[in-house]
């Protein structure tokens, strides 16, 4: 069945770079699109970025002088790496598939990032 | 970018009551809407697609609809299991944006 799911470290310093990972299974990346949203504490989702199933990418301006998104096809693996992290950052990061038109079918469970020193 | 106005941001409701989540673009979306379900710790849920599709396996309590640029997520006859944080979606051009959320309480 699809499945998603996100890891990395729950805690990174100010200023440093957040690295994350996205192991999919079920589905090929060379099929689907995946996209990376996040989500600060009690507040609502922001759409950081994708990786379409060519390769390319696109991300959120907001972000995008940061935001690195590749992948690698053999292994079904999507990373997001971002740098220069501050305090705003701090969230629950998602990856999640779109189905073509590009709403979300599948998600992954999320993980928590916080920025201390 | 397209900004999503959703309200309310929080409501209670009974058990049995229909309630309805609202948002608003801010251009032409056509019908590439979403809405999704949020419990607490969890990640998001698929419920409705190109603002009316209800998706696979989602009660029909749940329905979508549209009247220009408002769209609607109406809930009929309201379980405990309904509640949890609604959010709305337009993927009708990049960069891709949500609502604020709309957190749905059961009394």
């Known amino acids: 069945q699809v499945q998603l799911k996100e890891s990395g470290p729950g805690l990174v310093q100010p200023s440093q770079t957040l690295s994350l990972t996205c192991t999919v299974s079920?589905?090929?990346?060379?099929?689907?699109?995946v996209h990376w949203v996040r989500q600060p504490t009690g507040k609502g989702l922001e759409w950081m970025g994708v990786i379409w199933t060519g390769g390319s990418t696109d991300y959120n301006s907001a972000l995008k002088s940061r935001l690195s998104i590749s992948r690698d096809t053999s292994k079904s693996q999507v990373f997001l790496k971002m740098n220069s992290l501050q305090t705003e950052d701090i969230a629950t990061y998602y990856c999640?598939?779109?189905?073509?038109?590009?709403?979300?079918?599948?998600w992954g469970q999320g993980v928590m990032v916080t920025v201390s020193s | 970018d397209i900004q999503m106005t959703q309200s309310p941001s929080s409501m209670s409701a009974s058990l049995g009551d229909t309630v309805t989540i609202n948002c608003l673009a801010s251009q032409d979306i056509g019908n590439y809407l979403s809405w999704y379900q949020q419990k607490p710790g969890k990640s998001p849920k698929l419920m409705i697609y190109g603002a009316t599709n209800l998706e696979d396996g989602v009660p029909s309590r749940f329905s979508g609809s549209r009247s220009g640029s408002d769209y609607s997520l109406t809930i009929n006859s309201l379980g405990y299991d309904d509640e949890g944080i609604y959010h709305c979606h337009q993927y009708y051009e990049y960069p891709l944006t949500f609502g604020s959320g709309t957190k749905l309480e059961i009394k």
């Open positions: 999640a598939r779109d189905t073509g038109p590009w709403y979300f079918d599948y």
């Open positions: 079920g589905f090929s990346l060379t099929s689907y699109n």
